[in-house]
């Protein structure tokens, strides 16, 4: 199996946008960057996100990870133009799949050290950012989500760099199956495992204790 690896690098600054959907705020539109750059537990130098509420959270979201494929995907299915960078993302990864990516494994890449976290979530600044409407429901309906980091140890990365997978704690418990649980329903005793799951975000907490709540009528 090939390694997962860095293919493109991007920071970016909150910016103001004006556009056909009107004015907005955002640092969606990162610039690639190239040589080593230094990621700490703020996240990556010359970094910083705009919506802090939903973004940026410490412990969950220092890196935005998209995989390249998906780009391939979408732009084969919706004869599309992507190109890496264009969701926003920090990293764009090669050889990454949601499904093949567990919450709280541990990679070394470059002289630095990351845990996967949480999925990301689809929003409209991204639907704004590639020029559908419709992004956020095909992304979701499709599972190909991409996902966050948590830096474990400060380093330095690069384009180029290559993951080594160092723990994995939870093999079961896949970025897409936490995804399939959430937007398709799933079983109780999954969302029951995944809630264990130690430093397990808050808002997924809550939105999978709302789940069981629905199916079950008790909290």
Not at 186 to 200: H, K
């Amino acid at each position: 199996m090939k390694k997962i690896a860095i293919h493109s690098l991007f920071v970016g600054q909150p910016q103001t946008i004006d556009d056909a959907s009107g004015t907005w705020r955002s640092s969606i539109f990162r610039e690639m960057v190239e040589g080593p750059v230094e990621l700490t537990e703020r996240g990556l130098a010359g970094d910083r996100v705009t919506d802090t509420d939903n973004h940026g959270l410490p412990d969950y979201q220092q890196v935005c990870c998209h995989p390249l494929d998906h780009y391939t995907y979408w732009n084969a299915r919706l004869d599309m133009r992507l190109r890496p960078g264009n969701v926003g993302e920090n990293w764009t990864l090669e050889n990454a799949d949601e499904a093949a990516i567990c919450l709280n494994d541990t990679y070394r890449v470059g002289s630095a050290a990351v845990q996967v976290s949480i999925p990301r979530v689809p929003c409209s600044k991204q639907a704004k950012r590639v020029g559908r409407k419709d992004w956020t429901k095909l992304a979701i309906d499709e599972l190909r989500t991409g996902f966050y980091l948590r830096v474990v140890e400060s380093g330095f990365v690069q384009a180029g760099d290559e993951w080594e997978l160092v723990e994995r704690p939870y093999p079961w418990a896949t970025v897409y199956a936490l995804n399939e649980l959430s937007y398709r329903g799933g079983d109780q005793a999954l969302a029951e495992q995944f809630l264990s799951i130690p430093n397990f975000h808050p808002g997924w907490v809550v939105r999978l204790k709302r789940m069981i709540q629905e199916r079950t009528g008790v909290l």
